[in-house]
């Protein structure tokens, strides 16, 4: 009896050993509680996100958590493998619900992130986007060591002005030195062009994909509510301890 009651217990985790989904412990009642469930209107949804889609309520298609938590164990044990590799993965939210918990994110691990706006060529004119990271950094940099001191009081308000607009643009970035070995998009609708240019370089792209979204041209596709702050905190928490532990 003890056994079944715990087969039963409202933690209901799917559990099977070397499993992705039970060894990063997705829950399915937390995701529900989260609201990673829900979708958009039927009216909007993309043919091929239907495999992922449970039913409707209120004329908004649920997402079958069983399917997320699936692909977000596929997604997971990416990410980590790259962490264990040292190698570079860009964060990429510029959704205004969700971009301070992008940058607090971001910061807590040392990824470089776009919280902003996504600046065409980011990826595919790295070069050019290069020559500008040197040049805030070089610009900080003088500012620091009180090498713009000599300049007029205007020209320092100038440069003040210049470096905020800099960071605006770069900040999350600036310590890039080549394109990043793969990027996690958490709005495929509003940063659809981060995944293209990734895409374009051969790298691999893992992204949040809400009902309204064709997920065949991502990666690692991980159906789920884009729109909801806490259903993107439930996944970027799951990112947070896939890389910690790798690290």
């Known amino acids: 009896m003890e056994d079944i009651s715990k087969e039963n217990s409202s933690k209901k985790k799917i559990a099977s050993q070397g499993n992705p989904v039970s060894?990063?412990?997705?829950?399915?009642?937390?995701?529900?509680?989260?609201?990673?469930n829900f979708g958009h209107r039927t009216s909007t949804t993309h043919p091929k996100m239907k495999p992922y889609i449970a039913g409707v309520k209120n004329t908004i298609h649920i997402i079958n958590l069983e399917k997320t938590a699936e692909?977000?164990?596929?997604?997971?044990?990416?990410?980590?493998?790259?962490?264990?590799?040292?190698?570079?993965?860009?964060?990429v939210g510029t959704k205004v619900q969700t971009r301070e918990l992008v940058k607090e994110t971001a910061k807590e691990l040392g990824l470089p992130f776009v919280s902003g706006r996504w600046l065409g060529g980011t990826i595919t004119?790295?070069?050019i986007?290069?020559?500008?990271?040197?040049?805030?950094?070089?610009?900080?940099?003088?500012?620091?060591?009180?090498?713009l001191d000599k300049y007029?009081?205007?020209?320092?308000?100038?440069?003040?002005?210049?470096?905020?607009?800099l960071e605006n643009k770069f900040g999350g970035i600036k310590d890039l030195t080549k394109i990043p070995?793969?990027?996690?998009?958490?709005?495929m609708r509003g940063d659809y062009l981060a995944a293209k240019e990734a895409k374009s370089k051969g790298i691999p792209v893992v992204a949040i994909c809400d009902t309204n979204i064709d997920p065949s041209s991502i990666d690692y596709p991980i159906p789920a509510n884009d729109d909801?702050?806490?259903?993107?905190k439930y996944i970027l928490d799951k990112i947070k301890e896939a890389i910690k532990n790798a690290k």
Do not use: C, H, P, W
């Open 23 to 36: 060894d990063f412990n997705i829950d399915l009642e937390e995701m529900q509680k989260a609201g990673v």
């Open 71 to 91: 692909k977000l164990g596929e997604a997971l044990k990416f990410i980590q493998s790259m962490a264990r590799e040292k190698k570079t993965v860009l964060l």
């Open 125 to 127: 004119n790295f070069s």
């Open 129 to 147: 986007v290069l020559k500008r990271l040197e040049y805030f950094k070089d610009l900080e940099r003088k500012r620091g060591a009180g090498e």
């Open 152 to 165: 007029t009081k205007k020209e320092r308000i100038g440069f003040d002005k210049e470096l905020k607009n």
């Open 181 to 187: 070995d793969a990027v996690i998009v958490l709005d």
């Open 228 to 232: 909801a702050a806490s259903s993107v």
